[in-house]
């Protein structure tokens, strides 16, 4: 079965930092790009980050550009967010998400497969 | 940016909902199409603009090019009553704001 597992989400200050990670099961992970999704409290859904099926290619909202990073560990299947300089604006459920199509760059997606999303609030 | 209408849409079960997403410039046919349910993640129902994604029901169908897109429920199951989203890929990756079709 197609799995995304995140974790890592929690309360933290504002200025500070927090590492998400996904844990992917089910399929060839490193042959898929993937995504970071988040969604605020009663709020649409926002594309956060995505990351090419080879991890060497990377893209980002301009609402994060310059404070967070994707990266993957294809030893492990694991897909990760770091996040630093975080704002209140970035209080959010955040999803992993995985491409549709196989070898992508990250840069063109539709999203088939969704974890269920871990929670971040940035407050004092 | 991607306008969808109406905000919510009250409907009854087995009638039909049509649902519309405008994009601000031409996306192509690069536009999906998600259904997300109180607490769980999104599910990708509709890919370029018209496919359907594995396992969805023949009830739910696309249409559209460029900027103006529907997404039709032919008719209404219990479990259709959700938010439903679009979502284009031809400038990098934007959703729309949603429509909520609830139980009229």
């Known amino acids: 079965e197609l799995q995304l597992v995140e974790s890592g989400g929690g309360l933290v200050q504002p200025g500070g930092s927090l590492r998400l990670s996904c844990a992917a099961s089910?399929?060839?992970?490193?042959?898929?790009?993937m995504s970071w999704v988040r969604q605020a409290p009663g709020k649409g859904l926002e594309w956060v980050s995505a990351?090419?099926?080879?991890?060497?290619?990377?893209?980002?909202a301009n609402s994060v550009k310059g404070r967070f990073t994707i990266f993957r560990d294809k030893s492990n299947n694991m897909l990760h967010l770091q996040m630093n300089s975080l704002r209140a604006e970035d209080t959010a459920r955040y999803y992993c998400?995985?491409?549709?199509?196989?070898f992508g760059s990250g840069s063109s997606i539709y999203m088939d497969v969704w974890g269920k999303g871990t929670t971040v609030i940035v407050s004092s | 940016v991607l306008t969808q209408s109406p905000a919510t849409l009250s409907l009854s079960p087995g009638e039909r909902a049509t649902l519309s997403c405008r994009a601000s410039?031409?996306?192509?046919?690069?536009l999906a199409w998600y259904q997300q349910k109180p607490g769980q993640a999104p599910r990708l129902l509709i890919y370029?603009?018209?496919n359907r994604a594995t396992g969805v029901p023949a009830r739910f169908s696309g249409s559209g090019s460029g900027t103006d897109f529907t997404l039709t429920i032919s008719s209404l199951e219990p479990e259709d009553f959700a938010i439903y989203f679009c979502?284009?890929?031809?400038?990098?990756?934007?959703f729309g704001g949603g429509t909520k079709v609830e139980i009229k």
């Open positions: 998400a995985k491409d549709r199509v196989t």
């Open positions: 089910g399929f060839p992970f490193s042959t898929y790009a």
């Open positions: 990351i090419s099926s080879s991890g060497g290619t990377t893209h980002y």
């Open positions: 410039q031409s996306v192509n046919s690069f």
């Open positions: 370029d603009a018209s």
């Open positions: 979502q284009q890929r031809s400038d990098w990756h934007t």
